[in-house]
């Protein structure tokens, strides 16, 4: 395909600047993203043990929910019974109430104790999950909503910008360069043949992603605007919001009687539990769980509103029996989280994330060596002062947001018995190791400070898994839960070596490369790598 070298040029010059201004903020997104497709886990992973008994049986839930009452009459405003128990939430009985921050609910589980006694206990499910969605949701930026959300948009529109640039430069040698992996001294064409790669092969996976991070960052405006120019008399919301007022005297169906009426009328849904509330005197109930052939609107889990009195459950915002707009709108959330064909897809999205990181860390790459002053036989070219700068705050920024997520997670096995505030500290260690990591790439240059923060991406990550062989033995009030959450230790230590490899191979780059690029230590560092390897090689 022919292009006029003047328009690929434009479109050339629209994708750099496009994804220079969102592609450190995209990193964090993404590589964010990508673990929170394991969430559930992760949570449960990070969740301590709580110390009640094994749960009562589903039979025996309503006996359960009257001592409960009797001895906390707050709990009969809201309350959940679970069908099935997890780590995070390990009773049969649980109940809500409001925290100290705006809407924050603190969670208590209820069980019998061996004499039939009745245990209660304040749940301390890890917020560390949350957060590292929350850090994803809002690009890495320490603002909140709707700040935030305005933000995530605005750069979703440049990331959008830069990859339909992008596709139209790579267009005229799209047949020929799409699988060439040109390895040798030119740094710089291996970068660009790895970036176009990345980009092109994921490209329908990213254009999904900015066209929902676009209408999940401007949904508000947009219900806004439906509201005064679609609908005549504003968005009606569903009337199916409560059950009908019950019958004088009726009293609510028991949770195993709920469960068998749910699973008659909706075959194929796994019900993970019930979760009532009392409005305006009625008791209203809904039923979460999942049906595996449907994405869901929520990551791990799908709702609907049911009449605790009858059982019959309200389907029409379930998956499979949702109507059209519905249906469009369960859509762009459905591809955005992956919450369809199950771990397959999570896997496959986990592995789309981390690459799509490292097409943002590729592309700055790329810029700063094309920008990079060659050493003409009149001394060392000095930089530019844009090309320092944009070299440091790459390695900061993605080195420094690896290292604060590492850090963060590493921490949820001990915080738990020695602080209170456990979402504070999560996001204190986070960004106290990010700002530090930045600091670091500042002062010590990109060279050096890529080689030190990706040992310490190494170094920090090997500590999560650590952590969980310290709970292993019960050391300082660690704790391991096996099974599925086995999966991020598992994650975490094939990560090390990555991360090892990167510090070793940029030392390389270091030593070996031009000596005029920002990514050379220069003078007695250079000279000291080198003769390191040196003496490395002889040995």
């Known amino acids: 395909m022919k292009i006029r070298s003047d328009i690929v040029k434009v479109y050339k010059d629209v994708h750099i600047w496009a994804g220079i201004v969102a592609g450190l903020m995209l990193f964090v997104a993404f ?14 992973w990070a969740t301590p043990p709580a110390a009640l008994t094994p749960p009562v049986p589903l039979e025996r839930a309503e006996e359960l929910l009257q001592a409960t009452i009797a001895a906390h009459p707050q709990a009969a405003r809201r309350y959940l019974l679970m069908v099935e128990t997890s780590a995070d939430l390990p009773a049969r009985v649980v109940w809500r109430e409001p925290g100290a921050k705006r809407r924050e609910f603190v969670e208590h589980g209820a069980s019998f104790g061996p004499g039939g006694e009745l245990q209660t206990q304040r749940l ?24 935030a959300r305005w933000l995530m948009g605005a750069v979703s529109l440049l990331y959008a910008l830069a990859l339909v640039s992008g596709l139209i430069v790579v267009l005229p040698t799209l047949a020929k360069d799409l699988f060439a992996l040109r390895i040798g001294k030119n740094i710089k064409r291996l970068w660009l043949d790895v970036h176009n790669a990345l980009g092109i092969v994921s490209l329908p996976f ?3 992603m900015a066209l929902t991070c676009v209408v999940f960052a ?6 806004d605007a439906q509201d005064k120019a679609v609908y005549a008399q504003g968005i009606q919301w569903g009337s199916a919001e409560g059950s009908a007022a019950p019958a004088p005297g009726a009293a609510p169906l028991p949770a195993a009687e709920l469960l068998r009426r749910v699973e008659r009328q909706l075959p194929g849904f796994r019900v993970f539990g019930f979760e009532f509330e009392q409005r305006d005197g009625v008791l209203q109930a809904t039923v979460t769980g999942l049906d595996t052939r449907y994405g869901t609107r929520a990551r791990t889990y799908a709702s609907s509103h049911l009449d605790p009195y009858t059982g019959t459950v309200d389907p029409h915002d379930l998956p499979g029996h949702q109507g059209g707009w519905d249906a469009a709108v369960n859509t762009f959330f459905m591809l955005h989280f992956g919450s369809f064909g199950g771990n397959t897809v999570r896997w496959m999205y986990l592995l789309l994330g981390l690459a ?9 790459l790329l810029w700063i060596e094309s920008r990079r002053k060659k050493d003409r036989g009149q001394g060392g070219a000095t930089q530019t002062r844009a090309a320092r700068a944009l070299s440091c705050l790459t390695i900061g ?14 921490a949820t096995k001990w915080l738990p018995a020695r602080v209170d505030d456990l979402a504070e500290w999560h996001q204190g260690i986070y960004y106290a190791v990010f700002v530090a990591a930045l600091g670091w790439a500042c002062v010590r240059g990109a060279a050096r400070g890529a080689v030190e923060l990706a040992w310490l991406c190494a170094a920090l990550t090997l500590a999560i898994p650590l952590s969980s062989l310290a709970g292993v033995w019960g050391l300082g009030g660690a704790w391991n839960h096996g099974g599925m959450g086995a999966v991020v230790d598992v994650a975490a230590l094939a990560a090390v070596p990555a991360f090892a490899l990167i510090a070793l191979r940029t030392r390389r ?13 220069g003078g007695a560092g250079t000279a000291a790598v080198r003769s390191e390897e040196v003496q490395h090689a002889q040995a």
């Open 31 to 44: 590589y964010a993203g990508a673990i929170t497709m394991f969430e559930k886990p992760l949570e449960r």
């Open 124 to 147: 301390s499910k890890a917020p560390v999950a949350q957060w590292i969605d929350t850090l994803h949701q809002r690009v890495g930026l320490p603002f909140a909503d709707p700040l």
């Open 206 to 208: 990213h254009l999904i």
């Open 218 to 223: 401007f949904h508000d405006e947009f219900y």
């Open 356 to 364: 799509g990181a490292a097409l943002f860390y590729t592309g700055n």
């Open 397 to 410: 920024v993605s080195l420094g947001c690896v290292a604060g997520i590492s850090a963060t997670l590493a």
């Open 509 to 521: 780059r270091m030593a070996r490369g031009h000596a005029d690029s920002v990514w050379a230590a």
